[in-house]
């Protein structure tokens, strides 16, 4: 449970990059009647922007926690 105390941040983006993921998944695309392709596309780059931000505050909270460990 220290674990998740420390590091709340990227599991909740992590989360978020996960359901965008799914909900992409879940509604799918087609091709209308005048050829064009229907689909969920603003979940792709949703889904990246999670998941460098889940990235990112690991790295953050990973380097604050090295950081404090090393002055005690």
Not at 30 to 47: M, R, T
Request: a positive charge.
């Amino acid at each position: 449970m220290k674990i998740l105390k420390k590091y709340w941040l990227s599991v909740l983006f992590l989360t978020f990059s996960l359901i965008c993921l799914i909900c992409f998944n879940l509604i799918g695309s087609y091709v209308n009647q005048d050829g064009f392709l229907i689909e969920a596309f603003g979940f792709i780059p949703l889904f990246w922007l999670f998941i460098f931000c889940a990235l990112l505050s690991f790295l953050v909270s990973f380097f604050i926690s090295m950081k404090n460990r090393i002055h005690r």
